[in-house]
């Protein structure tokens, strides 16, 4: 079954670096998703994107954050310049459709720890 | 804007019992409702999704749950459980209107002891 993957599975960062965590969605999926979820707390939704654009992004999304498809199966996300508060799982999701009804298929996660 | 209140952080079931993990959302508009599960280790899986229709939605695993309007509430429920069913469970809402994010719970930490 196709299937979402996430590099790397851990990631470890000085504050102040720069990150990009990869993802690989599902290889005829359209919509692509990023989720995090700091420890002890809600899963909560970052940015969503289709047709090589942001379609929606919560106020989590600020300009350290960024998104791209840099090739025809990757999705990338970029944080520019890590803080403590950025340590967390991240999510990578993708959907055939964007529509209400079209599942979301996750990835296993990155763990990002920022020291 | 919608919101998930999963009531319980953790149930402890010992094998072969049942169990129900509660959920209950709010919005101001129409909405669907999921349940993923994360085992160790993996990512999040859908067990099942109410958009329409019958009430009692059917998923994997042997997992059901009841979606109830007048009390806001998606319920998840197994008739009898396995050390297996072990994990993370999360409900979620997503708004109907074209909106495609998801709204998640703070999740329910299910162990099922021998």
């Known amino acids: 079954e196709p299937e979402v993957t996430q590099t790397p599975s851990h990631q470890v960062t000085q504050m102040g670096q720069e990150v990009i965590l990869r993802c690989v969605p599902i290889?005829?999926?359209?919509?692509f998703y990023w989720y995090r979820q700091i420890l002890g707390q809600k899963v909560e939704f970052l940015v969503s994107?289709?047709?090589?654009?942001?379609?929606?992004k919560s106020e989590i999304f600020d300009d350290q954050f960024s998104v791209e498809r840099p090739d025809g199966s990757n999705f990338t996300l970029k944080i520019r310049s890590t803080k403590l508060e950025d340590s967390a799982m991240y999510f990578c999701?993708?959907?055939?459709?964007?529509?209400?009804?079209?599942?979301?298929?996750f990835g296993p996660g990155t763990r990002l720890t920022v020291l | 804007a919608q919101s998930v209140t999963q009531l319980d952080s953790q149930v402890p079931v010992f094998e072969e019992a049942p169990v129900e993990l509660r959920c209950n959302y709010s919005?101001?508009?129409?909405?669907?409702l999921f349940w993923y599960v994360q085992y160790p280790n993996q990512g999040l899986q859908l067990l099942l999704k109410?958009?329409?229709?019958?009430?009692l939605v059917k998923g994997i695993n042997g997992f059901e749950a009841e979606f109830n309007k007048s009390q806001t509430s998606f319920h998840l429920r197994k008739p009898s459980v396995h050390i297996s069913d072990t994990a993370e469970y999360f409900c979620?809402?997503?708004?109907?209107?074209?909106?495609?994010?998801?709204?998640f719970g703070a999740g329910t930490r299910l162990a099922v002891h021998p």
């Open positions: 919005s101001s508009v129409s909405v669907y």
């Open positions: 994107f289709y047709n090589n654009e942001i379609s929606e």
């Open positions: 999701a993708s959907s055939a459709g964007g529509g209400g009804t079209d599942t979301q298929y």
């Open positions: 979620a809402v997503r708004a109907s209107g074209g909106y495609n994010k998801l709204i």
């Open positions: 290889s005829n999926h359209l919509y």
């Open positions: 109410y958009l329409s229709g019958s009430t």
